[in-house]
């Protein structure tokens, strides 16, 4: 169930990111897509901020 919100969690920033770029608002799409890469990145790390208490 974490696991599933965390994947929402990424994948909402990333569609922000889009929706920001495609209406025209350049700086929050580069800000919403740099965050997403960071968060992407530590899940896929397994970071313990991102696993939710989970562990490996």
Known sequence: MLQMIRDVLVETV?????????????????????VGGTLLGMALRG????????SR
């Not at 929706?19 to 608002?25: D, M, Q, R």
């Not at 970071?47 to 989970?54: A, E, I, N, P, T």
Request: hydrophobic content about 60%; aromatic content about 10%; overall charge positive.
């Open 47 to 54: 970071h313990r901020y991102m696993s939710f208490g989970l």
């Open 14 to 34: 990333f569609a922000g990111a889009l929706t920001a770029l495609v209406l025209g608002h350049g700086v929050i799409g580069l800000i919403l897509l740099a």
